[in-house]
């Protein structure tokens, strides 16, 4: 059973940092997709970052471009979002979320594992 646990949220000032976490346990797919998504009350969630584990591609959206970095640590199993520079609009949940097969879109969609997710407040 895949099991994702996110960790690392909290509160912040503008052009503060914060690093989350996801550990991840329970994959049997020689090939996945790992990603960020964020979901601000009244808005469509979206995807902020995603990469293919074992392989050297990721994805940031425009909107974290130079801001946020994903990575993984293949060795403990877990993912994360480095986020630095962070502003007022970045405040959200944060959910960690996986897929199989080594496609990794940006939409929410296609990815059939969840996190419980992590709040990030980013004060003004």
């Known amino acids: 059973q895949v099991q994702l646990v996110e960790s690392g949220g909290g509160s912040v000032q503008a052009g503060g940092s914060l690093r989350l976490s996801c550990a991840a346990s329970?994959?049997?797919?020689?090939?996945?997709?790992m990603g960020w998504f964020r979901q601000a009350p009244g808005k469509e969630r979206e995807g902020v970052a995603s990469i293919n584990i074992g392989g050297v591609t990721t994805y940031h959206s425009d909107s974290v471009k130079g801001r946020f970095t994903i990575s993984q640590d293949n060795a403990k199993s877990t993912l994360y979002l480095q986020m630095n520079s962070l502003k007022f609009e970045d405040s959200a949940m944060y959910y960690c979320?996986?897929?199989?097969?080594?496609?990794?879109?940006?939409?929410?969609?296609?990815?059939?594992?969840w996190g419980q997710g992590t709040q990030v407040t980013v004060s003004s």
């Open positions: 979320a996986a897929k199989s097969g080594g496609w990794c879109p940006a939409d929410h969609y296609w990815y059939n594992y």
């Open positions: 329970g994959f049997t797919y020689t090939s996945y997709c």
